[in-house]
């Protein structure tokens, strides 16, 4: 009886001391790393670190961040075929008169690559370098 009563002190006392032992939901939150650069102006580029579940989508890391980091704020627009278009990043928007919008790329090792689809369906992995970077597109013939 005192080993049980001693048992399910440990466990409450676990719970109560580890954080988020009580809130944490799923599995382990991988980190990534947001870059904001603008190729239009000579804002100084920014770089954030926030976090993904595993197998969670990109628009989850920066909901994330934008809840943590009062530097950071995006918007979202839905299209009815491909979903989630970046909209905004902090006050900045594509445009299409202008022709302007957010590229999303993905670094390593120096190398960049464009993804091959929005934020709400990319996939981060653990460690990856997400560029959110404002740009110009050129009008298809
Ligand atoms: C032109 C084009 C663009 C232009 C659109 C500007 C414009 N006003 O024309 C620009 C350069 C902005 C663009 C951007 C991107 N695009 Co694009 N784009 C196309 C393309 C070649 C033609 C679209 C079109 O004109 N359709 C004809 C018009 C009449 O129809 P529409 O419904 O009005 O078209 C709109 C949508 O297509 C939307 N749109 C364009 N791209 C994307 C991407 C996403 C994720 C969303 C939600 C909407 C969207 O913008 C168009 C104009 O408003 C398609 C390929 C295709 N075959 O559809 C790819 C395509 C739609 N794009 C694609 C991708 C991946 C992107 C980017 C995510 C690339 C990147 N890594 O940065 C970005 C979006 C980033 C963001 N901010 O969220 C993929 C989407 C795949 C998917 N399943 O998600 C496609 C299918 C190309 C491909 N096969 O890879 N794109």
């Not at 934008?66 to 839905?78: D, L, N, R, W, Y």
Request: with cysteine; hydrophobic share 40%; aromatic share 8%.
């Amino acid at each position: 009886m005192a080993l049980r009563t001693a048992a399910l002190l440990s466990m409450v006392l676990f719970l109560l001391l580890t954080p988020g032992a009580l809130t944490a939901k799923g599995p382990a939150s991988p980190h990534i790393r947001v870059s904001v650069e603008n190729d239009l102006s000579n804002v100084t580029p920014e770089s954030y670190a926030s976090s993904v579940v595993e197998g969670g989508v990109l628009l989850g890391a920066l909901r994330r961040l934008q809840e943590a980091q009062q530097g950071f704020k995006f918007t979202v627009k839905e299209d009815p075929d491909f979903g989630l278009l970046l909209e905004s990043v902090n006050g900045v928007a594509g445009n299409e008169r202008e022709q302007t919008y957010w590229e999303i790329l993905s670094e390593n090792s120096g190398e960049f690559s464009r993804l091959d689809v929005g934020i709400g369906c990319y996939t981060p992995k653990p460690g990856e370098h997400i560029i959110l970077r404002f740009s110009t597109w050129i009008p298809q013939q």
